[in-house]
């Protein structure tokens, strides 16, 4: 199960985009798409229907959940993530530094 969900802060901490900050597009099995990062070209042919223009578009590729952290804004660093169930039993995220809540911007 994932622990990084769609709009979370996070940051690279393996590959060619490390260090570098982003907000996450995506999710699948395994992987990622942060906004603006790990861009690639993809040469893309024209099409009537959509409307689409053919051209070089520049877009985001996935990365792998392992090569990212969600990033703590009280703590300015990389952080893991673990559940924490309230008496209510409602379950919440938690960073594992400091035990604060996990806030979704959307």
Known sequence: MAKIKKGDQVIVIAGKEKGKQGTVLSVSEDRV???????????????????AEGGIVTQEASLHISNV???NATTQKADRVGYQVD?????TRVYKSNGES???AK
């Open 87 to 91: 008496e209510n039993g409602t379950k």
């Open 102 to 104: 996990v806030a979704v």
């Open 69 to 71: 952290a969600i990033f």
């Open 33 to 51: 798409k942060v906004e603006g990062l790990n861009l690639v070209k993809k040469h893309q042919k024209p099409n009537r229907v959509t409307g």
